[in-house]
């Protein structure tokens, strides 16, 4: 079984759409972070949120964790083709080892010209 | 540049012969990991560090070792490699007091045959 379960799999739109990515669990975290991903190269890490309710903004992105610190989300507006990608969304369970990071399987991102 | 430096970036081998994948970050970070990231699976932790001379088991740890002499690097060790551990494998390192994330490398693709 998952751990952290991200919907949905896969994201098809036209640039200048508004799109929401989700990362769920039952477990409780410490931490949870969001990575972006290209092809051939590692993640790259976009945002850690670490307070229950925390809403953090990266231009057209938006992270919000949720209010139990058991799930995330990431809010794009008025995508780009530049945010093509696969976005990971990572979380470290509260109590686990300081390193201790479980990955979701991603959502593909693909937005078109 | 600050960056994770893993070698080698590709590698075929055959069934059994002993191997190691190197990686070194120049961040001086505290926290060091390797990933496998498979189709269908995403990204599994193999082993992480905390700390010169401590290490932890991941998801999948079977058939590989690690060892943490210096902060710096952190090495796979692949003994007696199987087919079924033909991946894409990254390094990372990670900071924070209460563990702020993770820089991945570019990874390495290893092919056993």
């Known amino acids: 079984t998952q751990l952290l379960e991200q919907s949905p799999q896969f994201l098809s739109i036209q640039e200048g759409e508004n799109l929401t990515v989700y990362c769920n669990s039952s477990s409780v975290f410490s931490s949870l972070q969001w990575y972006r991903q290209e092809p051939g190269e590692g993640p790259v890490l976009l945002v850690t949120v670490v307070t229950g309710g925390e809403v953090k903004k990266l231009k057209r992105l938006t992270f919000q964790f949720g209010d139990a610190r058991k799930d995330s989300s990431l809010h794009i507006t008025a995508a780009q083709p530049g945010d093509t990608g696969l976005y990971l969304c990572a979380g470290a369970p509260r109590g686990s080892t300081l390193g201790r990071l479980y990955f979701g399987r991603g959502t593909q991102l693909t937005v078109w010209p | ?113």
Not at chain 2, 24 to 32: A, D, G, I, K, T
Not at chain 2, 77 to 98: D, H, K, R
């Open chain 2, 1 to 113: 540049e600050a960056q994770v430096t893993q070698n080698p970036r590709y590698l075929i081998t055959v069934t059994g012969k002993k191997l190691t994948v190197t990686c070194s970050q120049n961040m001086n970070h505290e926290y060091m990991s390797w990933y496998r990231q498979d189709p269908g699976l995403g990204l599994r932790q193999i082993y992480y560090s905390m700390n010169v001379e401590v290490t932890d088991k991941g998801d999948v740890p079977e058939g590989y070792k690690v060892s943490r002499k210096e902060k710096r690097n952190f090495p796979l060790i692949l003994e007696s490699p199987s087919p079924n551990q033909t991946s894409l494998y990254f390094c990372a390192s990670g900071w924070g007091s209460s563990f702020y994330g993770y820089t991945f490398g570019s990874g390495t693709r290893l092919t056993v045959v």
